[in-house]
């Protein structure tokens, strides 16, 4: 979708381009003298959406887990643990935009604040990871031919959800007899919610090998728990693209961009967005 996208700027301006370099005596005698369209004013208009999303849990419950085992033996042992990776979701929306555009010539700046509703981009992750056995990690002194031993297991889940994008841009077009390709950037806010959770269980036994077979006791289980959950976090970010308005009749045109958003980090979880958009608008 996104060459798809390009290659309709390129052939845009490619036609623009073509059309500036005929040499003067045909575009005098045999081609009509280009009427330069006008897309100045205030304009509104609704889109359809398209959007594939990268989202890396990698690093999502570490601070959670360095909080369940911070009075536990173990801190060193699951520090930097890695139980997920990058999730790619995709989901069809909706949304509108409006904006104002300036224009000198061929050229059109314009500012513009763009929404998107997504309905359904959701990663989630789901593991369990053990750690040990730690034999007498606290140095301590044992009856003969006993062993005492720590086995841990984490349990961690995590889920990113994107809701909504809204965009606020500044655009840079060029006329193109009927088409305006252009591109743009500005500032993200992403609708997100949030979900971890941690479960850390550490099991002590004591091995006695003074018997045939060895025996082994358990002497204690630990499960500490934390969780951290936000229906609605709203995550700056920073966007760009590049698109292509075609005019259809009177002030009515339609669109057709690519659109690039990367989101800060939210609980240590990274989201970017790569979106198609098709929209008809309306100039006043």
Not at 52 to 77: K, M, W, Y
Not at 106 to 113: H, I, K, M, P, S
Not at 120 to 145: H, K, M
Not at 177 to 195: E, I, K, N, Q, W
């Amino acid at each position: 979708m996104r060459r798809f996208l390009l290659a309709a700027a390129m052939v845009a301006t490619t036609t623009c381009a073509q059309a500036a370099d005929m040499p003067d005596f045909l575009r005098g005698s045999f081609a009509p003298v280009p009427v330069v369209r006008n897309w100045a004013g205030w304009y509104v208009g609704g889109q359809a959406d398209y959007s594939v999303a990268n989202v890396d849990l990698g690093q999502t419950q570490q601070s959670l887990i360095d909080f369940v085992v911070r009075e536990t033996l173990i801190p060193g042992t699951v520090g930097g643990l890695t139980q997920f990776g990058r999730q790619h979701e995709q989901s069809f929306g909706y949304g509108a935009f409006v904006g104002r555009n300036w224009q000198w010539d061929d050229v059109v700046l314009g500012v513009e604040a763009n929404y998107v509703h997504i309905n359904n981009i959701t990663a989630f992750e789901q593991n369990s990871t053990s750690r040990g056995p730690f034999n007498n990690p606290f140095g301590q002194t044992l009856p003969v031919g006993h062993i005492d031993q720590f086995n841990v297991t984490v349990t961690s889940t995590a889920q990113l959800q994107i809701k909504d994008v809204m965009t606020f841009r500044g655009r840079a077009g060029w006329v193109c007899g009927d088409f305006l390709p252009y591109m743009f950037g500005g500032l993200a806010v992403g609708r997100l919610a949030t979900t971890r959770t941690v479960t850390a269980t550490t099991v002590e036994t004591d091995i006695n090998n003074n018997v045939v077979p060895p025996t082994t006791t358990t002497i204690s289980t630990l499960i500490e728990s934390a969780s951290d959950a936000r229906g609605n976090t709203y995550a700056p970010g920073w966007t760009a693209g590049l698109g292509t308005e075609i005019a259809i009749f009177g002030s009515l045109f339609a669109r057709v961009e690519w659109e690039y958003v990367r989101f800060v980090t939210v609980k240590n979880m990274q989201s970017e967005i790569n979106s198609a958009h098709l929209g008809i608008g309306y100039r006043f």
